[in-house]
């Protein structure tokens, strides 16, 4: 059944399973997973992620990492927050400058693993930790002042679906149209491809690693302005706590995205990350050891990426030795 699948399609198939099993585990507890009040909860838990996994799918199609996004969203929280110091005519500004600090860092990420050729893994870490020396130099709690009317906006919602989780998947449709519709998007699948071919092509790869990193960075951003919104302070500790880094790549990787490059899927990235909410809603409703959380989620990818490794090796083999063919 796997070979006639996409891999998209499969995430969701794996969705629909977990969804199943948590339901029904929370019906034998005498609790509803479907009520409005926990998927108002799952909705509001993909908001953060799904940013951050959106920058992420970018930066693994170009064939690289970015560690970093944690830490990003930590410092976009803090400083927003900061800015606003409590007044709403701060609100504009205070998106603007977070959004600006975390595109830098997002270009200067870019530069280096782009320009300077550092591997992905490395400059984000290193730029990661950078980033958390000076949260903890100067951000010893949290920082609040933030606006009613910023609050107000971050617990509004349609119906279950809060308007953030709207906003996030804007998004997502704009970064699919990025990818499939313009020429930068074309260049960051040719990059993640094969960098080699790619320049000899005449397409300057430098530029498609910084925009991804970018990108990746201002989305980051935006997933600790959310954060803010809803809580209505900004913590220092609130990405790497989360842990945002390590599950968006997750979430990216059952997607069906490759972390050599050139090959990912948005729509499979946000099934990854509704799988993950809907286990960390399971979790809640059955009130489980938190750490259990860890081990249900680790599961999860193992046996997802089992069936695409068994997927691809299965059309790996087709290619090379085509029917009535022999090795």
Do not use: W
Not at 82 to 87: F, H, L, N, P
Not at 145 to 170: K, R, Y
Not at 243 to 252: I, P, R, T
């Amino acid at each position: 059944m796997t070979r006639r699948l996409s891999t998209t399609a499969i995430v969701y198939v794996v969705l629909a399973l977990v969804t199943l099993a948590a339901a029904l585990l929370a019906a034998d507890a005498d609790r509803n997973l479907f009520s409005s009040g926990n998927i108002a909860v799952i909705m509001t838990s993909v908001t953060a992620l799904g940013f951050v996994a959106i920058g992420q799918t970018l930066v693994v199609l170009v064939g690289s990492l970015d560690l970093s996004v944690g830490y990003v969203l930590s410092l976009a929280g803090v400083l927003c927050a900061g800015v606003m110091a409590g007044r709403t005519e701060n609100i504009p500004v205070a998106i603007v400058t977070t959004l600006v600090v975390c595109a830098a860092i997002g270009a200067a990420n870019g530069f280096v693993v782009g320009v300077l050729g550092l591997h992905g893994f490395i400059a984000t870490l290193a730029s990661g930790l950078v980033i958390s020396g000076d949260l903890s130099t100067y951000y010893r709690g949290n920082v609040t002042g933030v606006p009613d009317a910023f609050t107000t906006f971050g617990q509004a919602g349609i119906g279950v679906v809060p308007v953030t989780t709207l906003v996030m998947l804007a998004c997502l449709g704009l970064v699919f149209v990025l990818l499939h519709r313009t020429r930068l998007g074309h260049r960051m699948h040719a990059v993640g491809g094969d960098a080699r071919v790619a320049r000899l092509s005449g397409v300057k790869t430098a530029r498609p690693i910084i925009a991804a990193h970018t990108l990746s960075a201002v989305l980051a951003g935006l997933a600790g302005i959310t954060i803010v919104s809803r809580l209505g302070v900004g913590g220092p500790n609130a990405g790497t706590q989360g842990g945002f880094a390590l599950l968006s790549v997750a979430a990216v990787v059952l997607g069906g995205a490759s972390l050599a490059g050139g090959r990912s899927s948005l729509l499979g990235t946000l099934g990854g990350v509704l799988i993950f909410a809907v286990i960390d809603s399971a979790m809640g409703v059955l009130q489980v050891n938190p750490f259990l959380k860890d081990v249900v989620r680790g599961l999860v990818i193992v046996a997802a990426v089992a069936v695409f490794a068994r997927r691809t090796g299965i059309m790996r083999r087709r290619k090379r030795f085509p029917a009535g063919t022999s090795a």
